[in-house]
T-cell receptor, first 112, second 113 residues
Framework: TQLLEQSPQFLSIQEGENLTVYCNSS?????LQWYRQEPGEGPVLLVT?????EVKKLKRLTFQFGDARKDSSLHITAAQPGDTGLYLC????????????FGQGTILTVHP | DAGVTQSPTHLIKTRGQQVTLRCSPK?????VSWYQQALGQGPQFIFQ???????QRGNFPDRFSGHQFPNYSSELNVNALLLGDSALYLC????????????FGQGTRLTVV
């Protein structure tokens, strides 16, 4: 059984602060995907990382895939209230190609 | 281009009843997956359909079944509903088995009373 441990579960910060969310597993994934979900909506894909060691930037968001393709991180620089939401990491593949294994999510609140 | 559409958006059922949820995938996508998301949790994989066949299944009982039609749309059926089946049910569509990501619908909020 593949598991993804996501931390922290909750983050409450002030506007302008930086933060990092972590996703760790003992399993190897074909890709690691990050989603953001608003209340009452489905998750929206932010980025996919495929290659070990890969780093992708999306404006103030930086995503990294571990060298062994077992872990990933999301770093947000100068957080804004509009960043508030549920952030989910999801691993694809390994022994269950096609199935996404989600972490439990990080609820981020950015106070103005 | 319409994204993934699910219907209905909300549903209230009584324990023991049966329910059918529907999903139309994003144009050009041939793979449909269903997830169950309890409040405050990440989505849990139920099963995936490709070429009208169930390719993979998560740890869900046989009360959960599905179907994919030739136009790639899909249904999720749940029989003998339990209170614990109350959740947000998400449909995700993808191509190439989702290596580069999946597109999710807005979900169906199922409440079992």
């Amino acid at each position: 059984t593949q598991l993804l441990e996501q931390s922290p579960q909750f983050l409450s910060i002030q506007e302008g602060e930086n933060l990092t969310v972590y996703c760790n597993s003992s399993s190897v994934f074909s890709s690691l995907q990050w989603y953001r979900q608003e209340p009452g909506e489905g998750p929206v894909l932010l980025v996919t990382v495929v290659t070990g060691g890969e780093v992708k930037k999306l404006k103030r968001l930086t995503f990294q895939f571990g060298d062994a393709r077992k872990d990933s991180s999301l770093h947000i620089t100068a957080a804004q209230p509009g960043d508030t939401g549920l952030y989910l990491c999801a691993g694809l593949g390994g022994t269950s190609y096609g199935k996404l294994t989600f972490g439990q999510g990080t609820i981020l609140t950015v106070h103005p | 281009d319409a994204g993934v559409t699910q219907s209905p958006t909300h549903l209230i059922k009584t324990r023991g009843q049966q329910v059918t949820l529907r999903c139309s995938p994003k144009s050009g996508h041939d793979t449909v997956s269903w997830y169950q998301q309890a409040l405050g949790q990440g989505p849990q994989f139920i099963f995936q359909y490709y070429e009208e066949e169930e390719r993979q299944r998560g740890n869900f009982p046989d009360r959960f079944s599905g179907h994919q039609f030739p136009n790639y749309s899909s249904e999720l059926n749940v029989n003998a509903l339990l209170l614990g089946d109350s959740a947000l049910y998400l449909c995700a569509s993808s191509r190439d088995r989702g290596l580069m990501g999946a597109f999710f619908g807005q979900g169906t909020r199922l409440t079992v009373v």
